[in-house]
């Protein structure tokens, strides 16, 4: 059997230890079945295909950086050609 380690809240790891004690086994035993309680219950659960292609993509819309600075402010990408460029107040 392979380890695993996690961090609890102290008032879960408190709930944990009682609970444990009621059924005189160990810690280990309740936290394996609660995580094979929840695999069997994602793993029986239908899968909702994506209504559309940014929730395909979930959270990795946005998080890729172009390296492109922020072309809202910056003039030159804003005015396409010369004569919608704002014209110099000096």
Do not use: W, Y
């Not at 929840?38 to 209504?51: I, T, Y």
């Not at 922020?70 to 990408?77: G, Q, S, V």
């Amino acid at each position: 059997m392979s380890v695993l380690t996690c961090k609890l809240p102290l008032a879960l790891e408190g709930r944990l230890a009682d609970l444990a004690r009621r059924r005189g086994v160990p810690k280990s035993v309740l936290v394996r079945e609660a995580i094979e309680a929840k695999v069997a219950e994602e793993a029986a659960a239908p899968r909702k295909a994506p209504a559309n292609l940014i929730e395909a993509l979930g959270d990795s819309v946005g998080s890729i950086a172009s390296g492109k600075r922020d072309l809202a402010r910056n003039k030159k990408h804003l005015f396409s050609t010369a004569a919608l460029q704002p014209e110099s107040r000096f």
